[in-house]
């Protein structure tokens, strides 16, 4: 079975600190993605990946930034945590027509 | 804009009470939709999809949905529901013409009182 596997499952960061959420797929898989998720507000596309170095923005990438060099990892930066960026992160990745495989999620908290 | 709307934030009923989750989307043109659920404490998981041919998607666990073109809905629905159905629903849809961008609705938590 597909295995997406985020770095860390909590977090805890200062406001102003550069954060990285690591995220590892298994099936050489070309889509990933980021998603936030918050109470009332269900999961909310932060950027999205189709290929190695290729990225698209989401609906809410501001105060975010990504990075995909090799085609199994899709790393999620924020580069100075604020307090509004606590939330649930979400990976996961999907081949074409195919379901989303999601990650076990981080918690973050931005202090 | 794409959206993605869930008429209900939070569902409260019975075992054995019918379920029906209601899911509209806001753009014409070709879609892939979507079921997930997320269990307390788990991952999401993938309930039903909808690409192309019978309207009326049969998926895990006694779930269906149909997917009414002239009103851009696909609705949940469980005939019969249990206690273990207690959980998060999201409904997502894919705009082909906006390739693989996958957006939810807001969710709707059901509690299945036993």
């Known amino acids: 079975d597909v295995k997406v596997t985020q770095s860390s499952r909590y977090l805890v960061k200062r406001t102003g600190e550069k954060v990285f959420l690591e995220c590892v797929q298994d099936?050489?898989?070309?889509?990933m993605f980021w998603y936030r998720q918050d109470p009332g507000l269900g999961l909310r596309l932060i950027y999205f990946s189709y290929d190695v170095k290729m990225k698209e923005k989401g609906d809410i990438p501001e105060g975010y930034s990504v990075s995909r060099e090799k085609k199994e990892r899709f790393s999620l930066i924020l580069e100075s945590a604020s307090t509004n960026q606590t939330s649930m992160y979400l990976c996961?990745?999907?081949?074409?027509?195919?379901?989303?495989?999601f990650g076990s999620g981080t918690q973050l908290s931005v202090l | 804009a794409q959206s993605v709307s869930q008429h209900n934030h939070h569902v409260i009923l019975s075992e054995a009470a019918s379920l029906e989750l209601g899911c509209n989307y806001s753009y014409g043109g070709t879609v892939n939709l979507f079921w997930y659920v997320q269990y307390p404490g788990q991952h999401l998981q993938l309930l039903l999809k909808?690409?192309?041919?019978?309207?009326l998607v049969k998926g895990i666990k006694g779930f269906e949905a149909e997917f009414i073109k002239s009103k851009f809905s696909f609705n949940l629905r469980k005939p019969s529901v249990q206690w273990s159905d207690t959980a998060e629903y999201f409904c997502a849809v894919i705009l082909k013409a906006a390739g693989n961008k996958l957006t939810f609705g807001g969710g709707t938590r059901v509690l299945v009182k036993p």
């Open positions: 909808y690409f192309s041919g019978d309207p």
């Open positions: 099936m050489d898989h070309e889509n």
């Open positions: 996961a990745s999907r081949e074409q027509n195919e379901k989303l495989f």
